[in-house]
């Protein structure tokens, strides 16, 4: 199939997909598609001929090799929980969704070797659990754990609560099994530490949110699993005391500080109001606050003790006006659910929030937030932001909504003067405007805008040496 523009693809295409999957791995039917057109924020929407549910990898690589033989373009989901559209078909149809959920098995666990090995339908949670029931930590963490799956997790390079002390995903990884987009499986499912062997390929797929391979599954490092925690809520005036704050708490806990989060006010308003069951942990209402966790292998009333400790050196110093330790995990997963939270609360607001998922370096954090207000303030004088995100390692999710502008309006929708206000200052920090969402459908006209011309032509060299038809997640990350 070559007219790329076409809202349909042969029924010879869908019967030979059929045929390779079987009945029972192919959905054609609107009311069995819908799910996977849509993603979860309701903000992109397109067209699928079919939803492919292959069952193995060798099933992927027989569609693949199909769509490569038609020129039948495929769109690679995983759990479908992205923030950038990435993961949905384009409006334009003529596209196949290909889902790995029904791939969703633990391979192997080697406690010795500290790897687990999962095929990439596999959610997250359950990955976690499978290392904690071999006594061992796979630290990636963040909202959508419950429902995404670990390709999607690998294909967008996801980052999560724990990267100050772990890493991104790509840190994660030691190994992965690829279907390219000719149909051939590349597997490279290795185990090593060490593998000096020429051009490291599995960094090529890792963050490349599907448009240069499939990931079908993937080696990944496990850590000793912590035998105590200990999480703290912190009331502070300003993001230069939450900064400050990190560095006492790093001279007082070193390493063992897993999350740093710094969280806004208005953030938190936003969950008070609309997601039941949470309140304000602290006493008087403060502009910014940070909750921390820590970990370590000994037990928690020491762990508890230096975390005390540390505590009343910031108080001392006059950089904590308040604090609340968690008693016990009840009371750390009710702390961390309001973190969590946030993105559910600003989705209740009919107000269009426009969403920023920058970086900057950890040490110009709160200068950024300055400069960034200022200049909204100065173009949108009722802008209310919702600031909040890993002070840790410099990710912020610097997000803003103005009064008036509603998510249902189309114009508010598309425009990208609020964007473009945040973005070049961002530029100007020489940071990133996509710190760990990717870019999707989302982010195309901004990589275009703020990558360099060397950057982008490297980019299209590979997706051109891997892709030349350009089948795989049309229209993601690249302009056509």
Known sequence: MNDRNSATVPASVIEKIRQAVGAQGILTSAADLEPYVVDWRGVYRGIAAAVVRPANTAEVAAVMKICADTGTPLVPQGGNTGMCGASVPNAGGGEIVLTLSRMNKIIEVDPLNNTLTAE???????????AADAGRLFPLSLGAEGSCQIGGNLSTNAGGVNVLRYGNTRDLVLGLEVVLPDGRIWNGLRGLRKDNTGYDLKHLFIGAEGTLGIITAATMKLFPRPSANATAWMAVRDPEAALRLLAL????????????????????????RHVPGTRDPMAAPSPWYVLTELADAGDEQTLRADLERALEAALAEELVVDAVI???RTQAQALWHMRESIPEGARQEPVMVYRHDIAVAVGRIPEFIREAQAALEKRFPDVRLICFGHLGDGNLHYNAYIPGRLRADAAARDAHDVTETVYDIVRQYSGSFSAEHGIGLSKVAELARYKSAVELDLMRTIKRALDPQGLLNPGKVLQA
């Not at 990439?120 to 499978?130: E, H, K, M, T």
């Not at 708490?249 to 008070?272: G, K, P, Q, Y």
Request: hydrophobic share 45%.
């Open 326 to 328: 968690a008693e016990n």
């Open 249 to 272: 708490m790093r001279r007082h806990c070193n390493d063992r500080i897993t999350a740093f989060e710094l969280i806004s006010r208005h953030s938190l308003e936003l969950v008070w």
């Open 120 to 130: 990439a339908g596999c959610v997250l949670a359950n990955i976690q659990q499978a």
